[in-house]
C-alpha cells in the first residue's frame, strides 16, 4: 500500500533557486494538505485542497504555490527559496469527512542556504 | 483558528510505568474532533487516538486511552506500560466540525511534547 508518497526525502536549494515538491495518494482522498514542521512549532498549514481544480490558502502560503490538477496528485512550488523556507514539509491526505483522520507522507527536508 | 496548548515541551517515564500527556484546546465550537499523532525519529507521522467531541465515552487503543473533558477543553493522553517504542514527538490536534473558508478538514496541531523512555 503506498499511501501518500512525498519526493524528494532531503533537498538543499540556494536561495533564489525555485523547486517543486511532489505529493501523490492512491486512496482517492479528496482532502489533500501541505504542512511544514518547525522546532518548537508544531505543524503548520500552508495550502490546502478540498478537491481537483479547487486550492486555498491555509496559515503559512506566502512564497509558496500549489495547484490541484487531478485527484492523486498535490504538488507543492518554492517560487524563489529564502532561508526561512527551511524547514520539513509534510504532505497529508484524508476523506473529505471530519472524522477521516490525516495520512502523512514520510517528509521532506529542505535546507535553504 | 483554534488553538491547541500543549504545556509539557518534554516528558520523560520509565519502562512499563505510566504517563499522561498533558493537551488543551480553545474553541467555541459544540461538535469537533481531536487527534494524538506519534511521530518517532524516522519522521512520520503516526495516528494514535482520535475522539469525536460528541461521544461521552473516552477513546482507547491497546495501551493508549485518552482522558477527554469537555467543559475544561482538555483531551490527555494515556500510555499504559511504556515500551521503548514509545519515544516519539506527540502532537495533539484538533479539527472542526465544520470546514470553513480558512482551513477546510485542516487539523490544528499543538506544538508537541517529547517524551524519553528510560529503561
Known amino acids: 500500500n503506498a499511501g501518500v508518497t512525498q519526493t524528494p526525502k532531503f533537498q538543499v536549494l540556494k536561495t533564489g533557486q525555485s523547486m517543486t515538491l511532489q505529493c501523490a495518494q492512491d486512496?482517492?482522498?479528496?482532502?489533500m494538505s501541505w504542512y511544514r514542521q518547525d522546532p518548537g512549532m508544531g505543524l503548520r498549514l500552508i495550502h490546502y485542497?478540498?478537491?481537483?481544480?479547487?486550492?486555498d490558502q491555509g496559515e503559512v502560503p506566502n512564497g509558496y504555490n500549489v495547484s490541484r490538477s487531478t485527484t492523486e496528485d498535490f504538488p507543492l512550488r518554492l517560487l524563489s527559496a529564502a532561508p526561512s523556507q527551511t524547514s520539513v514539509y509534510f504532505c497529508?491526505?484524508?476523506?473529505?469527512?471530519?472524522?477521516?483522520?490525516?495520512?502523512f507522507g514520510n517528509g521532506t527536508r529542505l535546507t535553504v542556504t | 483558528a483554534q488553538t491547541v496548548t500543549q504545556s509539557q515541551p518534554e516528558m520523560s517515564v520509565q519502562e512499563a510505568e505510566t504517563v499522561t500527556l498533558s493537551c488543551t484546546y480553545d474553541?467555541?465550537?459544540?461538535?469537533?474532533?481531536l487527534f494524538w499523532y506519534k511521530q518517532p525519529p524516522s519522521r512520520q507521522m503516526i495516528l494514535v487516538i482520535r475522539?469525536?467531541?460528541?461521544?461521552?465515552q473516552n477513546a482507547t487503543e491497546n495501551r493508549f486511552s485518552v482522558n477527554f473533558q469537555k467543559a475544561a477543553k482538555s483531551f490527555s493522553l494515556k500510555i499504559s506500560d511504556s515500551q521503548l517504542g514509545d519515544a516519539a514527538m506527540y502532537f495533539c490536534?484538533?479539527?472542526?466540525?465544520?470546514?470553513?473558508?480558512?482551513?477546510?478538514?485542516?487539523?490544528?496541531f499543538g506544538k508537541g511534547t517529547s517524551l524519553l523512555v528510560t529503561p
Open positions: 497529508a491526505s484524508s476523506y473529505g469527512r471530519n472524522n477521516s483522520p490525516l495520512h
Open positions: 486512496m482517492n482522498h479528496e482532502y
Open positions: 485542497s478540498v478537491g481537483a481544480g479547487i486550492t
Open positions: 474553541t467555541s465550537e459544540s461538535d469537533y474532533y
Open positions: 475522539q469525536e467531541a460528541y461521544k461521552q
Open positions: 490536534a484538533y479539527r472542526s466540525s465544520i470546514g470553513d473558508s480558512n482551513s477546510g478538514y485542516a487539523l490544528n
